[in-house]
């Protein structure tokens, strides 16, 4: 598609949208006023070539919701314990789901281990705990949430503000409607609730059709998010996670230190955690401790599981993720 078609289109979308929830701008309080949202349309317009007149009605339109600032500053949970937090993602219902969507999409997912080196059960086992398989992707307009963080959470107001610049740049990119797309109340997109800024480098037209769809084209979804961990260091082949056994001179100093691999297998071996799995001593890896119901359990994090943390810098998360795609590959009884 040309330049000045895919501009036109974002235009006309952008217009449309607009006119389709006029009603609401009585309701709700838009950012026309707001000093920091009309030093952005500034900005856009000297940096990215924006019309003014277009995106200070777009400032306009993107409202002000106190239910997205009640949601981010919400006291964080008590922090669980392993044992919990793992069954709040690992149910029958997610594993069934799994299943579910490993079957639907089984081509797909097997193009996309064989170009990215991803395994399917870990794609399948990201989009399951990210929107239960596409059934939760998020009720509120990424343009309202993005506006509402960038200008009114100074305490992550200039992340939310690179993300609204980077969602208004792939809505141009893209020819879509900026007042239409929905996600998370932080502006998190699609099955696997990429930013604005991750969808820009790392989402992919994986069915080659000429656009980028994470919301409705599972395809695209599913390379996207494999795309997502090849760029980040996924090795293929590689094991995520393995049992380790401490001694009891093991130098517990090191345990939850880092989500990254500080250290080799070799050397945490030296540091009193063995593994019996057959990995080489040369893999990169880090050591931690879950809290199961019977006591502490040790585990060696690999590169891939450091992988796995860059989609959500947790490692119960990580973990979560591992041991889903482990049980719904039991429960389909095998990969193939």
């Not at 503000?161 to 141009?172: D, S």
């Not at 297998?265 to 990995?279: R, Y």
């Not at 006591?295 to 943390?309: A, D, E, H, P």
Request: aromatic content about 10%; proline content about 4%; hydrophobic content about 40%.
């Amino acid at each position: 598609m040309k330049i000045g078609a895919v501009v036109l289109k974002w235009t006309t979308g952008l217009l449309a949208g607009m006119g389709l929830v006029l009603a609401a701008c009585a309701q709700e309080s838009g950012h026309g006023d707001n000093v920091q949202a009309m030093a952005f349309v500034d900005y856009m317009v000297e940096t990215h070539e924006f019309d003014r007149a277009e995106l200070t009605a777009l400032m306009r339109e993107a409202k002000l919701k106190k239910s997205i600032l009640k949601a981010i500053k919400r006291p964080a949970e008590k922090a669980k314990p392993w044992h919990e937090y793992r069954k709040i993602f690992l149910t029958p219902q997610s594993i069934a789901g799994g299943v579910d969507f490993w079957d639907k999409n089984a081509r797909v997912l097997a193009e996309a281990e064989k170009k990215y080196g991803v395994p399917a059960e870990i794609i399948v086992a990201i989009i399951g705990i990210e929107t239960r398989y596409g059934g939760n992707m998020g009720g509120y307009r990424v343009l309202d949430a993005l506006a509402t963080l960038a200008f009114n959470y100074p305490r992550r107001s200039p992340f939310f503000t690179k993300e609204l610049e980077n969602f208004l740049l792939l809505t141009r990119e893209q020819g879509m409607a900026p007042t239409e797309l929905k996600g998370s109340y932080a502006g998190a997109m699609g099955f696997g609730q990429f930013m604005p800024s991750s969808y820009r480098a790392y989402a992919v037209d994986f069915n080659s059709d000429g656009r980028i769809d994470i919301w409705t084209d599972t395809e695209d979804a599913i390379g996207s998010v494999a795309n997502y961990f090849r760029e980040h260091g996924w090795k293929s082949g590689e094991p995520v996670a393995v049992l380790a056994n401490p001694r009891p001179n093991a130098d517990m100093t090191i345990v939850n230190e880092s989500l990254d691999p500080k250290w080799t297998v070799g050397q945490l071996a030296e540091k009193g955690f063995p593994t019996t799995a057959q990995v080489s001593p040369d893999m990169p890896a880090s050591v931690f401790a879950l809290d199961t119901e019977r006591g502490k359990q040790y585990w060696i994090g690999l590169n891939n599981f450091s992988v796995i943390t860059r989609y959500n810098r947790s490692r119960l998360y990580a973990m979560a993720a591992y041991d889903l795609s482990q049980e719904i590959v039991k429960a389909r009884g095998g990969r193939s």
